[in-house]
């Protein structure tokens, strides 16, 4: 590179540079033993290896010998004549097993079965889907219950109040997690008329996993009754059911039908009205 | 060239044009205003949370808080004192025209007016809860995190930053957003959690206790005063400024230094 | 000493023919040739970081009570994983430096690919002999996003939890094999506990693994291809200019490793980056907003944000909505990317060899073609932040969403034609440099375009040729192998 002239003989910058870097471990070593601080421990790193940056870049500048000079680069590379050669080899090979060509059948076929059964460990990795995405533990009759297990009576949330709710006994089960909503009153609007009876004293529940990529659709606003996903905002309409009203969603959050039980308390009336969750290959119609 | 003049010409007009409408603008708003809400300080005394409603709130939520086609009635829902007292220590209230969104900004009046206006609005007898008593000290963090987690987070952030909310599907309506709760005091965060304002879900005495709500006001606290040991802070919002960073101080400066230690073509 | 050392393995291994060759080796001092070590140098420290770090990780999703510095969560039972973390960043010493140097080590390790391999794409770098190493290159990339985002899982923290359920479902959505795949992936349906374990094993041995391998075969092919150079007087196709291995260029080069490392552990030290204390400890009902993934799985993000509400449902079977831009486009992406020098070669009927790099507007097409693609994935990264956009501006989330599926409508092709436009300029102009071209090259471009060229073809080294191309003059390219000249 070019360079302004010079008043220091050459070198001198490159010595403060290594100078410099010692000094700034030092320093870290010192940080070290007072019991460390983040930031200063970065800053002296930084200068240390910095140092060593500037001075062997400039020694390298300034000092010793820069380009200039010319390789010749190898004009046989990705010839023919030598491939021919090894192709011709291994030709030769070829035809001495190819005459025992029932032996090299049963070759491969004892590689094949040997590749096949070393196949079943992965198998081993994980249990077989099964129902598990289509049933969660709730069914009718089942609490619901806060993270910490309480049972939730009508009372205890006020109109426009929402609570995570899980099935009693199951705080755990992640595909059963279920957005309690307390609605204005005379607001709920059935779908369907066999979900007339799934809001008593209007309450609400909907799964809180996403029906586009799973996060829990942790957002409610009450004063427009929506329900917004903050991963890739899908808007569901919990007066319609939760049906995704913008962003990528094409599905409803599901249903969970509830009832009040002789007790008092929040309980499901069933399992939710169609499998929760993302879409899948085989995911069951609702 | 007289071309060139004419279109320079219908510039100017329109420049003008606009400057005009804007100028038109201002002046309409605050003829709009200055009618109903005069700067002029209320002296002291029993009559002055009157005075102050009569003045500045009366023409949108009527005289005796049955709202009208302006403005909401105060005394519905979760209206009542607690709800004043956060809308006007917030400065969300009160707006200079009723189609104004409410926004978080410094209060119109200092706390004493707030208090008088707060017993004159709670005399209509809104069902609201009171103004809470908040004591961060009684509250546990642990609990505080748990909760804040579990229940603020998902709109707030979890850094209480705040976040967009969902103000659609109309590309063309107006933002919503989850405030940052970063200058909340926790008297308003304790206030926010029972009365539910604007979008925000009600979080009200029977789901949360007192014990509880201080826990909360107590994490948030921390929250407002994080413990960033890790160096500057980037705005508390995740990858997206780190990512920023990472491409224009790191990727840039080590492109920096391969420039410095390399050569340009035509440069040995 | 050194002598005697040398001569040791050199009666053994019959190494000095090599070292000598090694030594005297010739590398070009263009600086766009040292980004790629900068990945290199990057992917250094994130071994010597990481390995750190694994001394004090514990890869399990089992429970324990964190004790230690971090007042909100003493006392609380979390994963071992995040406890873990927790106490990496506030009770090692030198813990948190190690973290954050990491973790900033990969955002830059990731960017410097990709300049890297943008560098390569527009020069013409990968053409014939080197589309070996194209193809080990991109699969660097593929490797290096994964490790990135297996390495960003980890902590267990609710942002990272986060990610991980959107992998899941993203696993979820492939035809026919999605829900087995996202089973044995996981261990079972999600929040399997197994996750953080496996990706623990990927994330520090079978990805660094593949990664030092491909990244030994990547040299070794450099090595012995030899490096690519711009077009100036002396250099031909059949030789390489520049400093020798040693010392100029080893010093120059150990230099940059350093420097970047300085670089990283400034950052390290002064930018906090990924503080999973502030984020809590996943729980799989909890959220939080705004929520993105490291910079590198942005585009992803963004088209997941963009792509409109749609799913495919064929004879009772359904392809979900985020197949498609989680699966199908990096798909696509990558396939192509592989696909490109022998795309270039057939469509442009070129396979000859190269070693002259071409500028970018000596292959105006390609260059447009870049520009427009690296439009369109910017598109999407910048939409991956729609969110936080609308925030900023103060506008709505679906207002700005709107925006950009209009803009990446129109932006890559738009950006493409003026790429183009701007190429045909430069070269009708003879600049030599893009600050050189008069303004009016452009705007007058199709007059100057005939024109131009035929004027400056000399000059400008236009033409395709590629053998002997240039004098070797200057008293640089003497016809002797190595002869030296000293610095003018």
Redesign the interface.
Known sequence: MSRGPRTSPPGSGVALAFGLSALSSIGLTVVYAFGGQPQLEGLLLGVALGGLAVGLVRWAQDLMPGGGYVEQRDTEMGGTLQSDAAVRLFERGEEEVQRRSFLGKALGAALGALGLAALFPIRSLGSAPGTSLVVTPWADGIRAVTIDGEPVRPEELAIGGVLTVFPDGHPDAADAQTLLIHLSPGTYRPVTSDREGWAPEDFVAFSKVCTHAGCPVGLYQPADHRLFCPCHQSIFDVLEAAAPIAGPATRPLPQLPLRIDTEGYIAAGGDYSEPIGPGYWSRPRA | MRHVQGRAGWAVKVLTALGAVALGGCAYTSNLTSPYRSQEPVADGPERGRVLYLRDCAWCHATDGSGTGRGPDLIS??NGAAMTDFMLSTGRMPINDPSEPTRLSPPSYNPAEIEDLVAYVSAFGGEGPPVPVVDSEAGD??L???LY??NC???H???GV?????????????????PSLIRSTPVQTAEAMKV?P???????S??FSDMEVNSIVR?LS??QR?????????G?????T??A???L???G???V???????????? | MLRQTAGWFDTRLGTSAFVQKALTKVFPDHWSFMIGEIALYSFIVLLLTGTFLTFFFDASTSHSVYRGAYEPLNGVEVSDAYRSVLELSFDVRAGLVMRQIHHWAALVFIGSIVVHLCRVFFTGAFRRPREINWIIGVLLLILAIFNGFSGYSLPDDLLSGTGLRIAYSIALSVPLVGTWMAFLLFGGEFPADEIIGRLFVVHIMIVPALIIGLLTVHLAVVWRQKHTQFREPGRTEGNVVGSRLWPSYAAKSVGLFFAVSAVLCVMGGLAQINPVWLYGPFEPQQVTSPAQPDWYLGWVEGALRLVPAFDVRLFGYEIPNPFFPAVLLPGVTFTLLLAWPFLEQHFAHDKEAHHLLDRPRDHPVRTALGATTLTFYTVMFVAASNDLIAKWLGASIFGITLVFRILILIMPPLVGWGTYRLMKALTASGAGHLSEMPLAALTNGASADGHGSRVHEGKAHTGDGHAGDGPAGNGLGAPAEDAHAPRG
């Open positions: 829902g979760t963090l642990a505080g995190l748990e987690q579990e987070a998902a709109c952030s979890t850094t705040g976040g967009a909310l969902a103000a659609g599907p109309d590309p063309f309506d107006e933002t919503l957003i989850a539910g604007g979008t925000m879900p009600v979080f009200g029977e789901t994490y921390h929250l994080p413990d960033d040991r890790g160096g500057l802070p980037l508390h919002v995740g990858p997206v780190e990512g960073i990472g491409w101080v790191g990727v400066a080590a492109l230094i391969v420039r410095l230690i390399g050569t340009r073509v035509g440069e040995e």
